[in-house]
């Protein structure tokens, strides 16, 4: 499908997919859009894209049109009334001594909602702090449970690699992560060396993982013995990145590094074992 451009709400969050409706749309242009019956601002990070109709979500609408200079007004004054609300929300949280923590708060377009998003580690009742904050803020409330990675992403910080957080840079979607993935590149196990701010098993362990996998596949497993070279030997180590296979040969005790490249036809042949 032609003229169709990706926007994003938040600056790392999900692409959504609109029609251009006839105007003339850019990257960096802010538009009105409708999505779940909701008006939004939202920033365009691709235009006028064609996309195979199998790769849209599902049925997509037009945008409503290119933000007005009074819309956008009208959503900067959105996002400094939401942080005043969250200040005061946070207040009230304290003194009423309820057991969440807020992360963001943010009012639809139309002021027809402030949603209030938070973290709590068990269930909580907060019906009488959405009363007292309805009477407040005089519009509907919405308090809305997030994760710890999602409150990563909104909060940023900077991750044990010294950069930003990949989730609050460039991540619009979280990818699954498994300790599996620590395991096939070596890592070491130990939470706080594998964990980001967030606690969980940090994103970027799956950003090599496919490389990892492949790698395992063609080189032997530790302790196989390999024909080389040099002669048989024992497999003592292995580099999967560099693809880089160390073997303790039969007739000498210091180990000897192989390239793959030096090492494939032998193991393509099956020239290896288990049992020496």
Do not use: W
Request: glycine share 8%; charged share 30%; hydrophobic share 35%.
């Amino acid at each position: 499908m032609d003229n169709v451009v990706g926007v994003r709400y938040h600056k790392t969050g999900r692409i959504d997919y609109f029609f251009t409706n006839g105007e003339k749309i850019s990257c960096g242009d802010k538009v009105l859009v409708e999505s779940k019956q909701v008006k939004t601002i939202a920033d365009v990070v691709m235009s006028n894209k064609k996309v195979a109709e199998k790769d849209l979500p599902g049925h997509i609408k037009p945008i409503l049109h290119k933000a007005t200079p009074e819309e956008l007004s009208q959503d900067m004054k959105n996002q400094q009334d939401a942080k005043e609300a969250l200040r005061i929300a946070r207040q009230k949280i304290h003194k009423h001594q309820v057991e969440m923590k807020l992360v963001d708060a943010a009012y639809t377009f139309d002021r027809s909602k402030i949603i209030f998003y938070f973290t709590a580690e068990a269930r909580i009742d907060f019906r009488k702090l959405v009363k007292q904050l309805a009477s407040i803020f005089k519009t509907r409330i919405e308090l809305r449970q997030i994760g710890v990675r999602d409150q990563a992403k909104i909060v940023g910080g900077i991750g044990p690699c010294g950069r930003q957080l990949c989730c609050s840079t460039f991540l619009g979607e979280f990818a699954p992560v498994s300790i599996k993935m620590a395991k096939d590149q070596g890592l070491s196990l130990n939470p706080s060396k594998i964990s980001g701010l967030c606690g969980r098993l940090m994103c970027c362990l799956n950003y090599e993982n496919d490389t990892y996998v492949a790698a395992k596949k063609e080189l032997p497993d530790y302790g196989t013995t390999i024909f080389t070279p040099d002669g048989k030997g024992r497999v003592v180590g292995l580099n999967l990145l560099s693809r880089v296979v160390k073997v303790r040969l039969t007739s000498q005790q210091i180990p000897v590094e192989y390239d793959y490249e030096e090492l494939k036809d032998t193991l393509k042949a099956g020239d290896m074992n288990v049992d020496g």
